[in-house]
């Protein structure tokens, strides 16, 4: 995973949001299809709740699922001022090929695997989320949009979040066998891959080839 998160750091989106050369109809088309995504997202994290051994991690999935509906719409509200002159709302009628292909890998996963492998298939936008936002938190943006965003995933109350999930991946990972353990590496790979064909798909905001 690290050589991705490397290239994730690197990534022009990314360094773009810090030195707010990231151009406004990126940022509108990430949110739109962020949107998209938070919605399947939910529907993954539902199904993680659901596989989940224990009342704690049930309860704590479930949560997680009604907040990502939650951002959703808080998107959609917050941002909409600030983006009506970008395209958002052409942006937001079609999920992008990369977000299909991100959420449906992310729903098959949860759907048919257990526990542990939903939970792998899922962490990545977590950690990642976390991780980016810390690393642009230090320097933050000079636009006060990006800024916004960048508080949102690398502030304590985020971190926290990700905290609690490490602590249950964990917690699988000290009874895990071998053939479980590396269905997770896997599935933590490939999603982190999809987190960098998201950023990438924003900045050259993806249209449908056909």
């Given at each position: 995973?690290?050589?991705?998160?490397?290239?994730?750091?690197?990534?022009p989106?990314?360094?773009?949001?810090?030195?707010?050369?990231?151009?406004?109809?990126?940022?509108?088309?990430y949110?739109?299809?962020?949107?998209?995504?938070?919605?399947?997202?939910?529907?993954?994290?539902?199904?993680?709740?659901?596989?989940?051994?224990?009342?704690?991690?049930?309860?704590?999935?479930?949560?997680?699922?009604q907040?990502?509906?939650?951002?959703?719409?808080?998107?959609?509200?917050?941002?909409?001022?600030?983006?009506?002159?970008?395209?958002?709302?052409e942006?937001a009628?079609?999920?992008?090929?990369?977000?299909?292909?991100?959420?449906?890998?992310?729903?098959?996963?949860c759907?048919?695997?257990?526990?542990?492998?939903?939970l792998?298939?899922?962490?990545?936008?977590?950690?990642?989320?976390?991780?980016?936002?810390?690393?642009?938190?230090?320097?933050?943006?000079?636009?006060?949009?990006?800024?916004?965003?960048?508080?949102?995933?690398?502030?304590?109350?985020?971190?926290?979040?990700?905290?609690?999930?490490?602590?249950?991946?964990?917690?699988?990972?000290?009874?895990?066998?071998?053939?479980?353990?590396?269905?997770?590496?896997?599935?933590?790979l490939?999603?982190?891959?999809?987190?960098?064909?998201?950023?990438?798909?924003?900045?050259r905001?993806?249209?449908?080839?056909?």
């Amino acid at each position: 995973m690290e050589p991705v998160f490397k290239r994730i750091l690197g990534h022009p989106f990314v360094t773009g949001l810090t030195d707010g050369s990231l151009p406004m109809e990126s940022f509108a088309y990430y949110v739109a299809q962020d949107a998209h995504y938070l919605r399947d997202y939910a529907r993954a994290l539902a199904m993680v709740s659901a596989k989940a051994p224990g009342e704690a991690s049930v309860a704590m999935f479930a949560a997680h699922a009604q907040g990502a509906l939650e951002v959703e719409q808080q998107l959609h509200a917050g941002f909409a001022r600030d983006l009506a002159d970008t395209h958002a709302e052409e942006f937001a009628r079609t999920a992008s090929p990369a977000t299909v292909a991100y959420t449906s890998y992310l729903l098959r996963v949860c759907a048919l695997g257990d526990y542990a492998q939903a939970l792998a298939a899922v962490l990545p936008c977590y950690w990642i989320y976390a991780e980016v936002g810390a690393a642009l938190a230090r320097h933050s943006s000079p636009n006060p949009l990006y800024a916004r965003w960048i508080a949102t995933y690398g502030g304590e109350e985020f971190a926290a979040v990700v905290a609690a999930v490490l602590e249950a991946v964990d917690i699988v990972g000290e009874t895990a066998g071998p053939a479980q353990v590396a269905a997770m590496r896997e599935h933590v790979l490939i999603t982190s891959k999809y987190e960098w064909m998201f950023w990438d798909a924003g900045l050259r905001r993806e249209s449908w080839p056909v």
